[in-house]
Nanobody, 115 residues
Framework: QVQLVESGGGLVQPGGSLRLSCTAS????????MRWHRQSPTKGRELVAT???????NTADSVRGRFAISRDNVKNVVYLQMNNLKPEDTAVYFC?????????WGQGTQVTVSS
């Protein structure tokens, strides 16, 4: 069983920045890919960013140029750096990983962008 724990969410003003962390209970080189999703009442659920074990990354059109996904294989942490946040980024952000057999999900962390 893989446990994923997100942290770093909170309240931020438009234009501000947050860094989300997803800490895995297993070495993250065994998890491929790892992803960040978000869910909101207005937008539903959407894929935000993906990182593979080889380091390839992809971000959604809505966040490209503002968000970046990265990983630390020593700490077993995947990050989502969020810059120039907009009110429409408000959502619960979930970490997701595939271990070769099933998907695992974190509990989610709330990000609220408001003035």
């Amino acid at each position: 069983q893989v446990q994923l724990v997100e942290s770093g969410g909170g309240l931020v003003q438009p234009g501000g920045s947050l860094r989300l962390s997803c800490t895995a209970s297993t070495p993250i080189y065994t998890l491929n890919p790892m992803r960040w999703h978000r869910q909101s009442p207005t937008k539903g659920r959407e894929l935000v960013a993906t990182i593979t074990s080889g380091g390839n990354t992809n971000t959604a059109d809505s966040v490209r140029g503002r968000f970046a996904i990265s990983r630390d294989n020593v700490k077993n942490v995947v990050y989502l750096q969020m810059n120039n946040l907009k009110p429409e980024d408000t959502a619960v952000y979930f970490c997701n990983a595939w271990d070769g057999a099933r998907d695992y999900w974190g509990q989610g962390t709330q990000v609220t962008v408001s003035s």
